[in-house]
């Protein structure tokens, strides 16, 4: 059974940053596209990035775009998500996600991490 585990969220003051991890298990065989959303209370899930199988192509929303990095490590089964200049209206719970085809769609994504809360204070 697939499992994704997200960790590295917290609490950080604007223009601060913070890194996000999200370590998939359960499988073998040829990596998934991974995405990065994020769920604001109140708001729809939204996309904020997403990188492919082999790490050379990567999508960013516009919002994000310029401070976020969305990065791999195969050998680890990890991707990460790389926040800076970090501000209030990133607060949020963001997950990660696996799908068979980059998009910035969720419902292209068929497996979910629980989650981990991101809270920027101006």
């Known amino acids: 059974q697939v499992q994704l585990v997200e960790s590295g969220g917290g609490q950080v003051q604007a223009g601060g940053s913070l890194r996000l991890s999200c370590v998939e298990s359960?499988?073998?065989?040829?990596?998934?596209?991974m995405g990065w959303f994020r769920q604001a209370p109140g708001k729809d899930r939204e996309f904020v990035g997403a990188?492919?199988?082999?790490?050379?192509?990567?999508e960013y929303a516009a919002s994000v775009k310029g401070r976020f990095t969305v990065s791999r490590d195969k050998r680890k089964n990890t991707v990460y998500l790389e926040m800076n200049n970090l501000k209030p209206e990133d607060t949020a719970v963001y997950f990660c996600?696996?799908?068979?085809?980059?998009?910035?769609?969720?419902?292209?994504?068929?497996?979910w991490g629980q989650g981990t809360q991101v809270t920027v204070s101006s």
């Open positions: 359960g499988r073998t065989g040829s990596p998934y596209v």
């Open positions: 996600a696996a799908a068979e085809f980059i998009s910035r769609d969720s419902r292209e994504y068929f497996y």
């Open positions: 990188i492919n199988r082999s790490g050379g192509i990567k």
